[in-house]
């Protein structure tokens, strides 16, 4: 499974950048307007250092208007996969997009026949709300499941699942075991999913034994022994 950063904040993206297991970012107008600085610019920063894909909405509402923002969008980077909402207008604008040879992310999917009809008009990205979902007592794993389920039964259906709206670490699980595509993932919710007192304790007990050995020079042992050889 991919692996994006669902945020608008270059410092965010730099620190897990260097873990060296980032895919690409989303962002929407939310988290760009959270962020502050000018849009395009922002986009542009961001695919110029992750080199994956990055997403960057449309705000236009009607066919035409989508398609003009988007094919200027993806003018900006290579990288940029224009961000579609899935409305009716959305489906007519991911279907030009795609025929220009513009990759897509269709945004704000609550429900397996939105998903079908988005892969339909050549979505490259779906991507459901897995968090909204469960705001709204229905289950978010659910979604996802039966997406990535009516998508493998058809091939021709070549659309990737980008589980969205992740709240908590066991949203990526359940994307993972679903067979999501991509999990975009928000800077909080990254952070954790490391973080577990018995590796911290562990690690800490390593090295508390390790400090009673007569020499605990690694890089010196090694060299010597390579020497000696
Ligand atoms: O990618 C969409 C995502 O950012 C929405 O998350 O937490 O606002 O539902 P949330």
Redesign the pocket.
């Known amino acids: 499974m991919k692996i994006f950063l669902?945020t608008a904040n270059l410092d965010e993206i730099r620190e897990i950048y260097d873990w060296g297991i980032l895919d690409g970012v989303?962002t929407?107008p939310?988290?760009i307007a959270k962020n502050g600085g000018d849009f395009i610019q922002t986009v542009y920063d961001i695919a110029e250092l992750v080199q994956g894909p990055v997403?960057a909405e449309v705000i236009a509402q009607d066919t035409d208007g989508m398609v003009r923002e988007g094919r200027l969008l993806a003018r900006v980077h290579e990288h940029i996969v224009v961000k579609v909402p899935l409305t009716t207008q959305g489906l007519g604008a991911v279907r030009q997009l795609a025929d220009d040879g513009i990759k897509t992310n269709v945004?704000l999917c609550f429900q397996p026949v939105q998903a079908l009809l988005a892969a339909k008009a050549g979505a490259t990205y779906i991507?459901p709300?897995v968090?909204?979902v469960d705001?709204i007592a229905w289950g978010g794993d659910e979604l996802i499941e039966q997406i990535c389920s009516i998508y493998g039964n058809y091939m021709e259906l070549d659309t990737q699942v980008l589980a969205?709206?992740?709240?908590h670490p066991q949203h990526v699980v359940q994307a993972a075991l679903a067979g999501a595509d991509v999990a975009?993932i928000?800077y909080g919710v990254m952070k954790k999913l490391l973080d577990h007192p018995l590796t911290d304790i562990g690690n800490e007990k390593f090295l508390k034994d390790w400090s009673t050995v007569p020499d605990t020079d690694i890089e010196g042992q090694v060299t010597r022994w390579l020497e000696s050889r």
């Open positions: 669902d989303t929407n939310s988290l997403s945004t991507s709300f968090g909204r705001d969205a709206s992740i709240r975009t928000p």
